[in-house]
């Protein structure tokens, strides 16, 4: 069983940046690979960037590559989201989520835990 909390979200204008934090609880939690995803208003919920139970690994979508990045600490229990380069169409409810499986298959039904999520406007 595994827990999550995301924070660290709120507004940001066009060109800023904003890191989410994902906080774990359970013992288990270095056992999963970890993944954000987001939804924005009106949209289906999709897939952001995620990596691997080690660290050693990461995959993001087209949409993000290059401006965000996902990295963990397997001691802390923690995974964060360092978002560069924020544009508006990034703006939406972001989510943390744990899953057993390969962090390449990015379909929201393959990962088992997930938190609350938190909020990410930008604009000006």
């Known amino acids: 069983q595994v827990q999550l909390e995301e924070s660290g979200g709120g507004l940001v204008q066009p060109g800023g940046s904003l890191r989410l934090s994902c906080a774990a609880s359970?013992?288990?939690?270095?056992?999963?690979?970890m993944g954000w995803f987001r939804r924005a208003p009106g949209k289906e919920r999709e897939f952001v960037g995620a990596?691997?139970?080690?660290?050693?690994?990461?995959y993001y979508a087209d949409s993000v590559k290059g401006r965000f990045t996902v990295s963990r600490d397997n001691a802390k229990n923690t995974v964060n989201l360092q978002m560069n380069s924020l544009k508006p169409e990034d703006t939406a409810v972001y989510y943390c989520?744990?899953?057993?499986?390969?962090?390449?298959?990015?379909?929201?039904?393959?990962?088992?835990?997930w938190g609350q999520g938190t909020q990410v406007t930008v604009s000006t």
């Open positions: 989520a744990a899953s057993p499986g390969s962090i390449y298959n990015t379909q929201a039904r393959t990962y088992t835990y």
């Open positions: 359970g013992r288990t939690f270095s056992r999963y690979a």
């Open positions: 990596v691997t139970w080690s660290g050693a690994s990461t």
